[in-house]
């Protein structure tokens, strides 16, 4: 895929995720639903109806195990994560995400990841360190330009580790193999900065 292209359906998936957010919407909770309604329910603010309506949704078990409990057709896998985040990953998003788990080298291709309900906060230096708040920003609606690929792409964007502006885009975990391009879809306070 040349640059032109995976820019241009960048592009086009920015603006499809700015259209379908309302700016009513409030920040997700770091709350991960017991009940498969309810879990489903939060799955289902991370992505326009068309992509979340047609995904996998995998929900983490007691065991430590992670069921299906919606089978899907159009290669993303949906869920929420451990600090409550909704978000669905397309199938590079999901190759980056095991790699980085299994500490690997990410492959080199460019994954979208949606957060249309925002994110619960982070640390901007490394997530592992989330409790601190140090180097802290959460973001509103957001999609994710990620993956070995992608790199070539964050140059032009801010890479300090305490976010000025979440409602542009700005690089999340700036140096690290994590490193990836957040792009807002739209403006919300939002909070930044070394300590909440």
């Given at each position: 895929?040349?640059?032109?292209?995976?820019?241009?359906?960048?592009?086009?998936?920015?603006?499809?995720?700015?259209?379908?957010?309302?700016?009513?919407?409030?920040?997700?909770?770091?709350?991960?639903?017991?009940?498969?309604?309810?879990?489903?329910?939060?799955?289902?603010?991370?992505?326009?109806?068309?992509?979340?309506?047609?995904?996998?949704?995998?929900?983490?078990?007691?065991?430590?195990?992670?069921?299906?409990?919606?089978?899907?057709?159009?290669?993303f896998t949906c869920f929420i994560g451990t600090d409550g985040t909704p978000e669905c990953d397309d199938q590079n998003a999901?190759?980056?995400?095991?790699?980085?788990?299994?500490?690997?080298?990410?492959?080199?291709?460019?994954?979208?990841?949606?957060?249309?309900?925002?994110?619960?906060?982070?640390?901007?230096?490394?997530?592992a360190e989330r409790h601190t708040h140090k180097h802290w920003v959460q973001t509103g609606p957001h999609v994710?330009?990620?993956?070995?690929?992608?790199?070539?792409?964050?140059?032009?964007?801010?890479?300090?580790?305490?976010?000025?502006?979440?409602?542009?885009?700005?690089?999340?975990?700036?140096?690290?193999?994590?490193?990836?391009?957040?792009?807002?879809?739209?403006?919300?306070?939002?909070?930044?900065?070394?300590?909440?």
């Amino acid at each position: 895929m040349n640059r032109f292209y995976a820019l241009a359906s960048v592009g086009f998936c920015v603006a499809l995720a700015a259209f379908t957010t309302t700016s009513a919407s409030a920040l997700p909770t770091e709350e991960v639903p017991k009940t498969e309604p309810d879990y489903i329910a939060k799955v289902k603010t991370a992505a326009p109806p068309s992509v979340v309506n047609n995904a996998t949704i995998t929900m983490p078990q007691a065991d430590g195990s992670s069921k299906t409990v919606q089978t899907g057709s159009n290669g993303f896998t949906c869920f929420i994560g451990t600090d409550g985040t909704p978000e669905c990953d397309d199938q590079n998003a999901m190759e980056w995400r095991k790699a980085l788990q299994a500490k690997q080298e990410p492959p080199n291709k460019i994954g979208l990841i949606f957060m249309l309900a925002g994110d619960t906060g982070t640390s901007n230096h490394d997530h592992a360190e989330r409790h601190t708040h140090k180097h802290w920003v959460q973001t509103g609606p957001h999609v994710m330009i990620v993956g070995g690929a992608a790199r070539e792409m964050l140059s032009p964007y801010p890479r300090d580790l305490d976010v000025k502006d979440a409602t542009q885009p700005y690089v999340m975990f700036p140096g690290k193999p994590n490193e990836h391009l957040m792009i807002p879809v739209h403006s919300q306070e939002l909070t930044t900065g070394s300590a909440r």
